[in-house]
């Protein structure tokens, strides 16, 4: 491609970036079927990108995708028996919208004030339940996140047709069982909605400390989740949790620029230059709590999980972490998700507040459990709490097995150093 193409082909992908999901979900409302939409879509994007760089950007890159999608749809719809139900559908719709608006034509059924609801279904139909959690992530990072089947592989560390494959599946998991393009009903709603969040907040995780690779943060993702959690709570405003996920994911991501060394090995939460904290991520986040903690509603994980980072937030020095608050935090978090996890996690807080000696016996508790086989983050934290008693040797092996446990080379790096006589 000529140097001069190349601004057209990054305008492409910016709008795309930013309007996939409006167009996919539009589309999907028409086709009933997420799989067809987004190759409709996609049908569109490689248009925009052969006629933008050779007739120049369009006034309105948005507008243009969107109508060329539709009228892609459209065609579809009116050639293909087995769409011919979406049809009568698409009519009756039309014709709806003609009486209350005075349009003539298909293009009343893609009214933009439908547009957040279709966002909202597409959503809920790619965190589908049905669908395997890494399919899950997959197909929400591709239709609503706009990222390339290459983008995603690159993401979680994963060959690409493994992450075609995990599209692929959940498409076909969706259209065989039928899962309907629709906002669940509100008997329904809570245990989807809890679905969407653990996707969401799957993706930020990975970004936030990845599984695996080189890179110990992956940027790209935790903004991707982020956009997506902050699109949730413009559609679900009346959700506690909504916000709480939200509140989450701004004040955490608020830490990253000091959360690695010159050489990206990991710097620990004591050990940040809170100084490189971002105030802005640290306001948004405490402005989504406020909208989580409504009087009269119960608080939810997200909600608790967001109090504890804001209590790291307000204290401008490690020494003034109230760690007494946050180690009672999570034992109310226990109570909601009994979890080994956030036992393992509340014994980091007691270790702070009252010292390594109840944490380890907190640790040697749960340190059986089947869900931390294989979790590398138990013997480090065991490690580290035998290393505050003065158990080095014994601290040390710890160390060297969680060392051996992660699949991520810059926190091997660190436990490695760690384990070294």
């Not at 996707?199 to 400390?209: D, M, P, Q, R």
């Not at 949730?232 to 620029?257: K, Y």
């Amino acid at each position: 491609m000529t140097p001069e193409r190349d601004p057209a082909r990054a305008a492409v992908e910016a709008v795309w970036r930013l309007e996939s999901a409006r167009i996919v979900a539009a589309l999907a409302r028409l086709v009933r079927d997420v799989g067809l939409a987004e190759e409709l879509a996609q049908d569109a994007l490689v248009a925009a990108l052969t006629e933008w760089p050779e007739r120049g950007l369009p006034p309105n890159p948005a507008g243009w995708l969107m109508t060329t999608a539709k009228h892609r749809a459209i065609d579809r719809l009116r050639r293909d028996d087995r769409l011919a139900a979406n049809v009568a559908e698409l009519g009756r719709a039309a014709e709806a919208d003609r009486r209350a608006h005075g349009q003539a034509d298909f293009d009343a059924v893609l009214d933009s004030d439908a547009i957040p609801d279709d966002v909202l279904r597409l959503i809920f139909v790619a965190c589908h339940p049905a669908l395997p959690a890494e399919s899950r992530v997959a197909l929400t990072l591709r239709v609503l996140g706009g990222l390339t089947t290459a983008e995603i592989a690159r993401a979680f560390v994963v060959a690409e047709p493994t992450a075609a494959q995990r599209i692929v599946r959940a498409k076909r998991i969706l259209a065989d069982r039928r899962i309907p393009f629709a906002i669940p009903p509100p008997a329904e709603r809570p245990a989807r909605l809890s679905s969407v969040l653990e996707v969401v907040y799957l993706i930020f995780n990975e970004g936030y400390t990845a599984t695996a690779g080189d890179d110990w943060l992956r940027p790209e993702l935790t903004h991707e989740a982020l956009r997506l959690g902050r699109m949730l709570a413009e559609l679900a405003p009346d959700e506690p949790e909504v916000h709480g996920l939200v509140a989450l994911m701004e004040i955490q991501a608020s830490r990253n620029a000091a959360r690695t060394g010159p050489d990206g090995e990991p710097v620990p939460l004591l050990e940040q230059n809170r100084g490189r904290w971002d105030p802005l991520l640290i306001r948004r986040g405490y402005a989504a709590l406020l909208r989580a903690e409504r009087p009269g509603r119960p608080v939810g994980p997200y909600v608790l999980q967001a109090a504890i980072a804001a209590c790291h937030a307000r204290a401008r020095r490690a020494a003034d972490t109230d760690w007494a608050t946050i180690a009672a935090l999570y034992a109310t978090l226990h109570r909601l998700t009994p979890t080994p996890v956030v036992e393992l996690n509340r014994a980091v807080a007691v270790a702070m507040a009252e010292g390594p000696r109840p944490a380890l016996a907190i640790v040697d508790a749960v340190a059986g459990h089947p869900a931390l086989r294989g979790y590398h983050l138990l013997p480090a934290v065991r490690g580290d709490l035998l290393a505050r008693l003065g158990r080095h040797a014994e601290a040390r092996a710890e160390f060297a097995r969680a060392a051996a446990l992660t699949r991520n080379r810059a926190e091997r790096d660190t436990l490695l150093r760690r384990a070294a006589p």
